[in-house]
């Protein structure tokens, strides 16, 4: 999808650690606000602790910035959307395919989301590398899932395009461990309390929200929370709503493994019979 400018002037300055390898507690006392001013297509919204809870939805391509003092409106969840079947997006390509993976991403603020947007590339730390590698070698989608630490949501999604390591775009996170290509696909915050009631049994039964950076999701788990992010956008803006019916396999292209090696059935042979000499007659020599 094609990405335009953004302003950059909303993303946190705060500092710190590449990612968040503690798990998430939900904060009751967080609220995120619109970014002020006219932003880019494409932004998310920044932490602002005096502001009412707002959430941004949208393409990548196409996400529409509010102007300044406009409160963002919360859309519906799709288990409070009901209705008829017109108002569900259309069927997900990458998501209805049941070979699809997805991994829980931390980023420890919003500039580097915003850093990842901007350039398709995202670093991850080296205990992820070879997971995400394995993951891309067999799967025919990569789904990364980004939550900002202490955002109390999840932000979007994006698919990897590209193996670790394998980046040129090396000087966006330097420092941060080895960069990669990605695609950003959707853009909506999914407030954490809308997930509270999905658990990942690939984590103990925790809910989705407590996940370390790098977290891998069963299927039918990363798909629900995508498609309450799909739902979202497309409730925003139906009319301008991006499918992923023309998204291409960006991975699972590994040569096949190759059968075990098994000794071919031999042939059965009589038992030997150490020679005696007949009775009666002295043995020879």
């Known amino acids: 999808l094609r990405l335009k400018t953004m302003d950059l002037g909303f993303a946190a300055e705060?500092?710190?650690?590449?990612?968040?390898?503690?798990?998430l507690e939900e904060d009751a006392e967080e609220t995120i606000a619109c970014p002020s001013g006219e932003a880019g297509d494409g932004a998310i919204a920044a932490t602002n602790p005096d502001a009412s809870h707002a959430s941004r939805a949208g393409n990548v391509d196409d996400t529409k910035a509010s102007a300044t003092g406009t409160t963002c409106l919360a859309l519906p969840s799709p288990q409070q959307a009901g209705g008829p079947s017109e108002d569900a997006p259309p069927r997900s390509k990458i998501h209805s395919n049941p070979r699809t993976r997805y991994f829980v991403i931390k980023s420890n603020n919003h500039k580097n989301l915003v850093l990842s947007i901007e350039n398709n590339v995202w670093a991850t730390q080296r205990h992820n590398e070879e997971k995400l590698n394995e993951a891309l070698h067999n799967a025919p989608h990569v789904v990364l899932?980004?939550?900002?630490?202490c955002s109390g949501c999840f932000q979007g999604y994006a698919k990897m395009?590209?193996?670790v390591?394998?980046?040129t775009k090396t000087h966006v996170f330097q420092g941060y461990g080895r960069a990669f290509d990605v695609r950003w696909l959707r853009l909506d915050d999914l407030d954490f309390a809308e997930v509270a009631s999905i658990p990942n049994p690939w984590n103990e039964g925790k809910p989705?929200?407590?996940s370390r950076d790098g977290q891998e999701l069963p299927n039918d788990v990363g798909r629900k929370i995508c498609e309450m992010v799909d739902m979202r956008v497309?409730?925003?803006?139906?009319?301008g709503y991006a499918t992923d019916e023309h998204e291409v396999e960006t991975g699972g292209f590994g040569p096949a493994l190759a059968p075990p090696?098994?000794?071919?059935p031999q042939e059965a042979k009589p038992p030997t019979v150490p020679w005696a000499p007949p009775r009666g007659q002295p043995p020879p020599g």
């Open 165 to 167: 390591g394998a980046s």
């Open 14 to 23: 705060a500092d710190g650690d590449w990612g968040d390898d503690e798990p």
């Open 161 to 163: 395009v590209g193996a």
């Open 234 to 239: 497309y409730r925003g803006d139906p009319a």
């Open 145 to 149: 899932i980004f939550s900002v630490n």
């Open 208 to 210: 989705v929200k407590v």
């Open 261 to 264: 090696i098994t000794e071919p």
